[in-house]
């Protein structure tokens, strides 16, 4: 199915852009907190989780909604009507939720940070950009614009940081400065943005459609408070760990979970940005029956490499720790099995949960995602004060292993499609052989571990597959003949 060539091609610009991205991360971490106070890389964090909040609620879930029906509107030649009502309705939302934030920190100043007070205009900015962004980097992928988009997001990512650290160190100082280098740089990218779409996405009142309003808001609104409670999954333990244990734990804790986050964010977005206009156009253009077929694939191939990665990630885990973060954080690797199992069961529902997304009753997601959250809450508070960080690490798996079967059920009452489980059982067991093996690999340091256990992993998992997998093996050969290097 050449739809599964494309999804691999385009899963893979993601996947470079996404790296590209985590790793600036690595870069800013040691900067910032050399150059802030305590206090203010406090306030930094605290800015930073609002950021990640307001934008989240400020988006509506429109940037899903232009995925879900942008081939559907482009078919009916209604193109300029759902571009200018979408487009339009997000601006109006971020204006709107700038000023409420202005015209709040006036009216509570006197609870406030003095230095927050200050920086709300500009976090208003930063929020409107963001969210106006998000909207025309959807288009892209609803165009399937992978490399364009990827760039787009490393230029956010590098720009930004590169802003704010510039106008610190020669312009203004603090905190301050920071954020308004940020908002600079979002203006830019998002003048950017306005001038790739203008072929597009031609904006204008008289295209504003109720109607197509109404079914955006329909399937988009949900979304919002899935997101969020994806946030309360990722994030809400953190504060239970400090009330419990104190502020170390909080740090080895995060140390182990972040870590474990990078490994499975690297099949989880890739996978979900590239697959979701992929599939919408085939439900278009050739039906349900292509579009279940597809998936079966998908999902198949999902597995091929979701295995292999928490498998090796598990056995290097505690030398790349060591390696990163100094012998310090090797408390660390106790929560990463747990996270890693649980984040990579919960990216199993990107491909099994679209049924509801297909049949837009993406109501379901939410409240299935609020009751996960309410049951990883309260089986923190039982598991913390008995088990510590790791108790933390087991809700987190528990409740995302609920999640992802209660989604699946729900969404294949709707839209099933097969699962190959004996090529699930076949990659699971190679990973397992992968892990037994370079588990026993001591070469005497977490590097040299590093450079040994990942190449020798990489190539017993690929030997056992090609041998046993003839699917595999018929696919591989053909990558080979067509890029001229077949035997």
Known sequence: MSEIRTLLEQSS???????????????????????????????????????????????????????RFYAEFKSRDQLAKFCSTVFLTSMAVALSV????????KLVHTNLDRNVVKLLPVVSVIIFTGCMSAILTSYLRAEQR???????????????????????????????GFYIGQMIWGILIFTLLMYICRQWAKISL??????????????????????????????????????????IFVGLY???????????????????????PIYLNILVSKGEEETKEFFTKA????????????????????????????????AAYAVLPYVVIGQSIYACSIVLNNGLFIRKKTHLVTII??????????????LIPRFGIIGAAQATLIANVFYTIVVTYYAFKEFKFRIDYRSALLYLLSAGAMYLIISRIDGGSPLRNLLTKIPAGAFFYGALILLLDRDVRSAVLKMMGRSGVAP
């Not at 802030?36 to 934008?55: C, H």
């Open 13 to 67: 610009h993601y996947f470079a852009g996404r790296i590209i991205v985590v790793a600036a991360g690595f870069i800013s971490f040691p900067i910032l907190t050399r150059v802030f106070s305590v206090s203010d890389y406090g306030i930094l964090s605290l800015i930073a989780t609002t950021l990640l909040i307001v934008t989240a609620v400020t988006k509506l879930g429109l940037p899903e909604s232009i995925v």
């Open 369 to 382: 995602m609020i009751v996960a959250c309410a049951l990883n809450v309260g089986l923190n508070l039982i």
């Open 299 to 330: 999902f198949r191939y999902f597995l091929l490499i979701m295995f292999a990665v928490v498998f090796g990630f598990i056995a290097v885990g505690r030398d790349l720790i060591a390696f990163l973060a100094t012998e310090r954080y090797s």
């Open 146 to 176: 992978t490399k364009l988009y990827n760039l787009i997001a490393v230029m956010q990512r590098y720009g930004s940081l590169f802003f704010g650290i510039f106008l610190i160190f020669f312009i203004v100082k603090g905190l301050y």
């Open 98 to 105: 700038g000023v409420f934030l202005i015209l709040a920190g």
């Open 254 to 276: 995060t140390a182990g979970y972040n870590l474990a986050s990078y490994a499975t964010e690297m099949i989880m977005y890739p996978l979900n940005y590239a697959m979701t």
């Open 206 to 247: 008289s295209h504003f459609s109720i109607g197509i309003f109404k079914e955006s808001m329909k399937f988009g609104f949900p979304l919002i408070w899935a997101e969020l409670g994806h946030l309360v999954l990722n994030y809400f333990d953190r504060y239970l760990v400090q009330l419990y244990l104190g502020s």
